[in-house]
Nanobody
Framework: QVQLVESGGGLVQAGGSLRLSCKAS??????????MGWFRQAPGKEREFVAA????????RYGDSVKGRFTISRDNGKNTVYLQMNSLKPEDTAVYYC?????????????????WGQGTQVTVSS
């Protein structure tokens, strides 16, 4: 079984920054063959791809709405993935989810992610 636990959400003013963390654990979780992703979901909207990273070599991919503002990274020693969010906008308000896909390459497809965290709320005030 794989567990993903997000933290770091909160309330911030527009233009501010937040850093989300996702701690991964699990006895059968082979980190090197997983891609890790961040998604978000606002009320009444579909889940949206934000960013993804390959655990082994660190290549990344970003959604168009966050390019240049958000940065995904990982700390292999801590089994943790981060999402640094800068220049936040009110439209970034959503529940942010961490997810793990059993594949080497990064992907933006929701259906390729097998494990999901419980989500953390990010609210950006104008």
């Amino acid at each position: 079984q794989v567990q993903l636990v997000e933290s770091g959400g909160g309330l911030v003013q527009a233009g501010g920054s937040l850093r989300l963390s996702c701690k991964a654990s699990g006895r059968t979780f082979t980190f090197s063959i997983y891609a890790m992703g961040w998604f978000r979901q606002a009320p009444g909207k579909e889940r949206e791809f934000v960013a993804a990273i390959n655990w082994s070599i660190g290549n990344t991919r970003y959604g168009d709405s966050v390019k240049g503002r958000f940065t995904i990274s990982r700390d292999n020693g801590k089994n943790t993935v981060y999402l640094q969010m800068n220049s936040l906008k009110p439209e970034d308000t959503a529940v942010y989810y961490c997810a793990a896909a059993p594949r080497f390459g990064v992907t933006a497809r929701v259906d390729e992610y097998r494990y999901w965290g419980q989500g953390t709320q990010v609210t950006v005030s104008s």
